[in-house]
C-alpha cells in the first residue's frame, strides 16, 4: 500500500501560511508528496521555504495560474487537480497550505488506510476539525464553521477537487472547467476516522490576516468584487469578540513550534463580553447564527441544524 500526500500553494510565504509546517505534518506517512507550486509573487519565500524541508519525498509542480479561465475561487479546485492527478499512492491525503496533522494522529490514519484498502466502497475518510481563530488558545466551533471535512481520497480518476477546493466529488464526465456544477456529481462514500485537521487560516498577525483575506477574496470575486466587499474594513483585521470561542487546552503539533512562538498580536485582540467590532459583522457574529449556536451547543449535544454534509457516511 502506498499513500501521497499533496496539495497547493501560491504566495504562502508573505501571507503566513505554515506551508512547510503543513508538509512535515505527514511526511512520516506519506511516500510522496506532490505539490503544484503556484506562480509566486517576487517578493514571496514559498518555493525556498519548501525546498528547506530537504525530502526526495517532495514532487513540486509548476504551473501558473489563470482566474480569468477559473473564476470564482474554481483555480483552487484547478490546481488541487493538477497535484492529484501526479499522485502515485493508493489513498490520497490532501492538506490545504494552513492544514497540519498531529503527529499522533498519523498512526490512527494509517491502520484506517490498511484496514479498508480492499473494500472498494470506502472512497475517502472524513476528519474531525479545530479552526484556530485569532490565536493558537482559541477555536471557533460556532455555527457555520464546519466541523469536519474528507481529506483523504481513494485514488480515482473520476474523483476530483470540487467548488473552490473545499472537498471532493465523484465526476464521472467532468469537463474540466465546471468545478461549480452539482448535476452530474455524486457524493463520496466515506469513515468518519478519529483524526484531526488542526487548521490555522485564521491565525495571523492582524495586518496579515487582513492582507490574506483580500487575496483570497480577489481569487473568487474578482479585484472590484474584493475592493467593494472591503470599502468600510480598516487595514489590520479585527477578529471581534473572541470571548464567545472555545478554548483549547490540549497539545498542537509538534512542527507548529516555531509559528507559534512568533505570536505577538495579543494586545490587538478583544476578549471584553460587550466588544463589538466597526466593520460588518461576520457569518458567525450574526444574531440569527448566535442563537443556532446556542440550540446546538446548549440542547442538542453539539449536532448542527442544517449542518454541511458534501458526503455519505459509512458505518
Known sequence: MKISGFTFVRNAGKLYYPIKESIESILPLVDEFVIAVGDNDSDDTTLQEIQKINSDKIKIINTVWDIEKFPRGTEHAHQTNIAKDACIGDWLIYLQADEVIHEDD???????????????????????????????WHYNNLHGWYPREIRIIRNRPDIYSFISAQSFRRIPDFDGLSYREKR?????????????????????????MQKKSRYFYTTHLGKEGMEAKYENYSDDWDYG???????????????????????????????????????????????RNRILTYVEQKMMGGRTIFGYSNWEKLK
Open 241 to 287: 469578540n473572541m470571548s464567545r470561542l472555545a478554548s483549547f487546552s490540549g497539545s498542537h503539533p509538534l512542527v507548529m513550534r516555531g509559528f507559534i512562538e512568533r505570536y505577538n498580536w495579543e494586545d490587538q485582540l478583544h476578549f471584553d463580553s460587550d466588544y463589538r467590532p466597526n466593520r460588518p459583522l461576520w457569518k458567525h457574529e450574526r444574531l
Open 106 to 136: 498519523l498512526d490512527i490514519i494509517r491502520e484506517a488506510c490498511v484496514h479498508n484498502l480492499g473494500d472498494k466502497n470506502v472512497e475517502g475518510f472524513l476528519f474531525d476539525y479545530l479552526h484556530f481563530y485569532g490565536d493558537y
Open 184 to 208: 452530474g456529481t455524486y457524493k463520496l462514500r466515506v469513515k468518519k476516522i478519529e483524526a484531526r485537521i488542526f487548521h490555522y487560516g485564521w491565525v495571523r498577525p492582524p495586518h496579515l
